[in-house]
């Protein structure tokens, strides 16, 4: 993945992150939130590439069922946009402060995890609340 890519998917990740030490974010949040600031659901891979770099690099921690959440640094880049210029502007504001971020090719996102998700988000149940 070109690494200008890379850096703006995770800065694009990282602002889809609520901070919070009990705040964990579900696959199902994410596309929501990405799809709010980039108008478009990133692809598995995308997502997997994003995650895998910001946990090598530890602004993130995901967890075995996939729910990810901010580590100290993490939460500290993430609070760096101040004022509200609205959404959009938040990656690229993060993605000034992110360290050097090379994937890790063993993080991986399961493929049913994440279609589940992306159907959910893109055609949720009748009657269904959408919940994030």
């Known amino acids: 993945m070109d690494p200008a890519y890379l850096r703006s998917d995770a800065a694009t990740l990282l ?7 009990k705040r964990r974010a579900t696959i199902r ?3 929501s939130t990405w799809d709010m600031i980039q108008v478009g659901v990133p692809s598995r891979s995308t997502l997997e590439a994003a995650a ?3 946990s ?3 602004l993130i921690t995901i967890d075995d069922d ?3 959440s901010l580590t100290a ?3 500290r880049i993430r609070a760096i946009p101040s004022g ?3 959404m959009r502007t938040v990656p690229s504001a993060i993605e000034k402060h992110l360290p050097p971020l090379v994937s890790d090719p063993e993080v991986t996102l399961p493929a049913e995890l994440y279609d589940r998700a992306r159907d959910d988000y893109l055609r949720p149940r009748r009657g269904a609340p959408r919940r994030l």
Do not use: M, V, Y
């Open 73 to 75: 640094e993490g939460s």
């Open 15 to 21: 602002a889809s992150l609520t901070p919070g030490k």
């Open 84 to 86: 509200w210029a609205g």
């Open 66 to 68: 996939w729910r990810l």
């Open 52 to 54: 895998g770099a910001l």
């Open 29 to 31: 949040g994410i596309l």
């Open 56 to 58: 090598a690099a530890r």
